[in-house]
Nanobody, 124 residues
């Protein structure tokens, strides 16, 4: 089993920045892929970014490319999502996810483990 705990959400004005953290524990392996997803009220869960734990390859959704950065700290078993130039449309619950397949994927059903989510609200 893998446990994921997100933190760092909050209320921010448009144009501001937030950094989300996801602490990973349990039966993890360097082959894991870590992803960030988000879900706004009344909408489906959507992909934000993903990173390979080993090597650090990344992929981003077009809607956040150039504004958000995903990274990981191996020593702290933590994955981060740095969010800059926030927009009201970034408002959502943000979820951390993990999968052991080594393939960077953008579909929620491809990830086996999920955190509880952290709320991000961006005011205009």
């Amino acid at each position: 089993q893998v446990q994921l705990v997100e933190s760092g959400g909050g209320l921010m004005q448009a144009g501001g920045s937030l950094r989300l953290s996801c602490v990973v524990s349990g039966r993890t392996h360097s082959s894991y892929v870590m992803g960030w997803f988000r879900q706004a009220p009344g909408k489906e869960r959507e992909f934000v970014a993903a990173i390979r734990w080993s090597g650090g390859s990344t992929v981003y959704a077009d809607s956040v490319k150039g504004r958000f950065t995903i990274s990981r700290d191996n020593a702290k078993n933590t994955v981060y999502l740095q969010m800059n130039s926030l927009k009201p449309e970034d408002t959502a619950v943000y979820y951390c996810a993990a999968d052991g397949s080594m393939v960077l994927k953008a579909t929620p059903r491809s990830y086996a483990y999920w955190g509880q989510g952290t709320q991000v609200t961006v005011s205009s």
